[in-house]
C-alpha cells in the first residue's frame, strides 16, 4: 500500500511539474521567435498610438512579402508571437497612419532589439515646404555604344526640416495639381529603375522627370534611382534641375572620360570599391537652376557589340543596382566621405587611403605615362579614321597632351603630395576662396594636379 500511495504521489508530483512548467517551455521558444515593441507618435511627444494596425513583413533573398498582421493594444503595444523563417531571412515591421508609409529598422528574431521595437509615426502634410536636398550624387556609369545610352545612378538625400511627415499625393489645388515628391531627370532620359526610398509608392512620369507619393519623415531619407540618356556620336551633357534647395550636388565620372566641369568644381580623383572616379561637386543649387558636365571622349554612338541588345539591357540593370547599393553603403564612409565633404578630413577611418592625381608612385606614373601616349595613338588613329569630329579631335589632343606636361612635371619634381590633396579635401559649402574649375575640358586628373600648384603649366 505505501509503495502504491508513494507512486501515485509520484504521479501527482509529475503532472504538476507538467502543468506548471509547460506554459513556460512553450512561452520561451515563442518568445525566441517573437517580435514586438509599440507605436508612437512623434509628432506628439511620442504619444502612444491605440488600435493601430502593424504588418510583419519577411525578405528572403530579393523577395519581401507581408505575413502577418496585428493591431496595437490601449498602450500602443503590438506582439508577433512567431516569426519564423530561414537564418538568412530578415525581418521589419510597417504601419500605414494618414497616408504615410512608416517602416521600422530591419530586425531578427532572438535578439534584444525584436522585442523593443520603436515604430515612429507623424502627423502628415503634403505641403513640401520643409524639404531641401542635402546631398545629391550622380554616379556616371560606363555607356553602352550599341544602342547610344548613357546609364547614370542617383542616390539623392532629402531633409525635411519640419515635425511632421511629408506624404506625396497625385491630388492637389489650383496652384499645385500634383503635391508629388519631385525628382528631375534629363531630357530624353529612358529606362527609370527605383531603389531605397520608393517601396510601396506610386510613381508619375513626366517630360522632365518623375514624382512620387513616397513618404518622407522628419530627418534625412535616401532615395536611389537609375535613368539612362541618350547621346549621339562622342559627347554627352549630364544635367541635372534642383527641384528642392540643394545644399550639394556630387557627380562620379569614370578616369577615362573627359570632362568640360562647366558648372562644377573639379575635385580629383577618388579610389574606392576597387574603382576610381574623378570627382565633381556644386555647392549651394537654388531652386529651378540646373548645372551640367560636358564629356567627351564616349565610343561612337551605333557601333557593333559582341552583346546582345537584351543581355546588354539585363547586364546594365545588374550594373546599376549594385551601383546605387554600392553608392547607399559607402557614399558617408569610407575614402569617398571626405572627399565630398560630408565628413570632416580628420573623422576618415584608420586605414583608409584617399587619392589625389598627384599621389603616383614612380610605378603608376610611368604606367599613366604609358596609357596617355597610347591614349593619344589611338586618338590619332580615330581622327583618321573618320570616328571623330575635329573639334573634339581638338579637345582631347589639348587635354590628352595638358596632362602628359602636368604628368611629365611632377615626375621631375620632388614635391611631397600631401599638399596637393588637402587642396581639394577641406573645402566647405561657404568657402569663398575655391580655385574655380578650369573652362577648358580637363580631366580632373590633370585639373587637381594644375590647381595644387597655382595653375602652373
Not at 529598422?105 to 523593443?116: C, L, N, R, W
Not at 544602342?147 to 496652384?175: C, K, M, R, Y
Not at 568640360?260 to 543649387?285: E, K
Request: proline share 5%.
Amino acid at each position: 500500500m505505501r509503495r502504491y500511495v508513494a507512486s501515485l504521489v509520484g504521479c501527482g508530483l509529475v503532472m504538476l511539474a507538467v502543468v506548471l512548467f509547460a506554459p513556460l517551455v512553450g512561452a520561451r521558444a515563442t518568445a525566441a521567435n517573437a517580435i514586438g515593441g509599440v507605436v508612437v507618435n512623434a509628432t506628439h511627444q511620442n504619444a502612444a498610438v491605440a488600435g493601430q494596425k502593424v504588418i510583419l513583413q519577411r525578405s528572403a533573398g530579393n523577395v519581401t512579402q507581408d505575413i502577418a498582421s496585428t493591431v496595437t493594444d490601449k498602450d500602443g503595444h503590438f506582439i508577433f508571437a512567431d516569426a519564423t523563417g530561414a537564418s538568412s531571412d530578415s525581418f521589419a515591421v510597417y504601419t500605414n497612419f494618414e497616408g504615410g508609409k512608416f517602416p521600422s529598422q530591419i530586425v531578427m528574431p532572438g535578439t534584444s532589439a525584436a522585442m523593443s521595437v520603436q515604430l515612429k509615426v507623424y502627423d502628415t502634410t503634403n505641403d513640401d515646404a520643409h524639404l531641401r536636398v542635402t546631398v545629391a550624387t550622380l554616379l556616371v556609369r560606363q555607356p553602352r555604344p550599341i544602342n547610344g545610352l548613357i546609364g547614370i545612378g542617383a542616390v539623392v538625400t532629402i531633409e525635411n526640416i519640419g515635425t511632421t511627415a511629408f506624404v506625396g499625393t497625385p491630388t492637389g489645388d489650383a496652384s499645385k495639381p500634383m503635391r508629388l515628391l519631385r525628382f528631375a531627370t534629363p531630357p530624353n532620359a529612358s529606362n527609370l529603375s527605383l531603389g531605397i526610398g520608393f517601396d510601396g509608392s506610386q510613381i508619375f512620369t513626366a517630360d522632365k522627370g518623375f514624382g512620387s507619393t513616397a513618404t518622407v519623415p522628419p530627418g534625412t531619407t535616401d532615395f536611389a534611382y537609375g535613368i539612362d540618356i541618350p547621346y549621339t556620336g562622342t559627347a554627352v551633357d549630364v544635367s541635372y534641375r534642383a527641384v528642392y534647395p540643394t545644399a550639394r550636388i556630387v557627380v562620379l565620372v569614370p578616369p577615362d572620360m573627359f570632362v568640360n566641369g562647366r558648372d562644377f568644381q573639379a575635385r580629383g580623383i577618388v579610389d574606392n570599391l576597387g574603382a576610381r572616379y574623378q570627382v565633381f561637386t556644386v555647392a549651394n543649387a537654388p531652386v529651378a537652376s540646373q548645372v551640367a558636365l560636358h564629356l567627351t571622349g564616349l565610343p561612337q554612338a551605333g557601333e557593333k557589340s559582341y552583346l546582345d541588345a537584351r543581355a546588354l539591357s539585363i547586364f546594365a540593370a545588374v550594373l546599376a543596382l549594385l551601383a546605387l547599393l554600392a553608392l547607399v553603403v559607402y557614399l558617408r564612409r569610407g575614402n569617398l566621405a571626405p572627399a565630398l565633404g560630408l565628413i570632416p578630413p580628420q573623422a576618415q577611418a584608420p586605414g583608409t587611403t584617399l587619392i589625389s592625381a598627384t599621389e603616383d608612385t614612380t610605378s603608376s606614373a610611368t604606367a599613366e605615362h604609358e596609357r596617355l601616349l597610347n591614349a593619344l595613338l589611338t586618338l590619332e588613329q580615330a581622327r583618321g579614321a573618320g570616328k571623330i569630329t575635329d573639334a573634339d579631335y581638338r579637345q582631347q589632343d589639348r587635354d590628352l597632351r595638358g596632362r602628359l606636361r602636368a604628368l611629365m612635371s611632377v615626375e621631375r619634381s620632388s614635391l611631397s603630395p600631401a599638399g596637393d590633396v588637402a587642396g581639394w579635401v577641406t573645402d566647405t559649402d561657404t568657402q569663398a576662396t575655391e580655385t574655380p574649375a578650369p573652362k577648358d575640358a580637363t580631366p580632373a586628373t590633370g585639373a587637381a594636379s594644375e590647381q595644387s600648384r597655382g595653375g602652373r603649366r
